[in-house]
């Protein structure tokens, strides 16, 4: 006797309908987000799709949750709780956790050894890389490792966001020390390199720190705007190409969207 092959059960009602209201929530949430004042039910009504009267029921519980403020009757605006837990959120991503995968994904086109790098004082320090050892280059520092920000390409970039007096203070306390022929130890001419890299938006570092190697560097920034971090392309110096510089910028640029970054719009 053949048995029949039962149909599979279908969700609940009650789950679909979950499942309805979230989605409209977040149809009114994303609306909300457009706007920089309150805005009106009708107006929410119309950017959602909902009908008013299912969009105020709803607008009436995110209220209650304090996801919306009512300003004043009929009028919402977003509310304190979803920055409450942004703030959450955002003291749980940290800056390795967040560029973990874009580092990876950039290391698997260039197949050369990506770093992320941040800044302790006169020096940067190696938080993470991606690399393998058929990148053709060893690498001489390791995760933790920590180098002069006048000889990296991430250090400049930390170094060009400081003012003249602060780069003057670096340039007496450390020496502008070199580590070979190719080191930038004059500080008018080092001036004139950061000028550069404000002017790029990217640095560069030429063999300054070890024969042999060359870098580029991008920034990384949190949702202040802070510059939190440099992303880095170490090469052997007849290998680095020019082409990989866009993948690095913008690599740099989805992590920092990731921690929140939106750059000011083009006036």
């Known amino acids: 006797m053949k048995m029949e092959t039962p149909e599979p059960a279908s969700a609940p009602a009650s789950a679909k309908t979950s499942i309805q209201v979230i989605e409209r929530m977040m149809a009114l949430l994303d609306a909300l987000a457009t706007y920089s004042d ?4 009708k107006e929410l009504s119309k950017v959602s799709g909902l009908h008013p009267s299912t969009a105020h029921r709803i607008l009436n519980d995110m209220v209650v949750t304090r996801f919306v403020d009512r300003v004043e009757p009929g009028t919402y605006r977003l509310g304190m709780r979803l920055l409450e837990l942004g703030n959450v959120v955002k003291s749980r991503l940290s800056v390795r956790e967040a560029a973990l995968d874009f580092m990876r994904a950039l290391h698997k086109k260039t197949q050369q050894t990506v770093n992320l790098s941040v800044r302790q004082g006169d020096e940067i320090v190696y938080i993470d890389r991606a690399y393998s050892e058929r990148s053709g280059m060893q690498v001489v520092r390791a995760i ?13 970039l930390f170094l060009s966001i400081d003012d003249a007096k602060t780069i003057r203070g670096y340039a007496t306390r450390t ?12 500080l008018a001419r080092f001036e004139r390199e950061l000028s550069l890299v404000r002017a790029r938006g990217y640095a560069r570092d030429n063999e300054e720190l070890e024969l042999g190697v060359r870098c580029m560097a991008a920034g990384i920034f949190d949702d202040s705007g802070k510059l939190v971090a440099g992303l880095s392309i170490s090469a052997p110096a007849d290998r680095l190409q020019e082409e990989w510089l866009e993948d690095l910028v913008q690599t740099a640029s989805s992590i920092s969207a990731t921690l929140g970054y939106r750059p000011a719009p083009a006036i």
Do not use: E
């Not at 309150?38 to 039910?41: F, T």
């Not at 490792?145 to 400049?156: C, M």
């Open 144 to 156: 933790g490792g920590r180098a002069p920000l006048h000889l990296t390409s991430t250090g400049k």
């Open 175 to 186: 020496g502008l020390a070199g580590h070979n022929k190719n080191s930038i130890t004059d």
């Open 38 to 41: 309150p805005v009106s039910l």
